[in-house]
């Protein structure tokens, strides 16, 4: 599950620009989503992990950084 580089800028009151770079070599695309004001930011390897509950969605939210 990597990913390379996120650039993320929130507009007030417009759509959020999301650019994300994947390492060399990754396979999968990312997907975005949005839910409430807060933006997720998925790895495709990650998708399944998420569905089976055995990773924690707040580490791919990039509105609401964990740590």
């Not at 007030?12 to 839910?35: C, F, H, L, M, W």
């Amino acid at each position: 599950m990597m990913l390379q580089a996120i650039h993320y800028t929130g507009l007030p009151g417009k759509n959020d620009i999301v650019t994300v770079q994947r390492p060399e070599g990754a396979s999968g695309g990312v997907e975005i989503q949005t839910y409430g004001e807060d933006t997720y930011v998925l790895p495709a390897e990650a998708i399944r992990l998420l569905a089976a509950d055995k990773s924690d969605p707040r580490l791919f939210n990039i509105t609401q950084p964990c740590g």
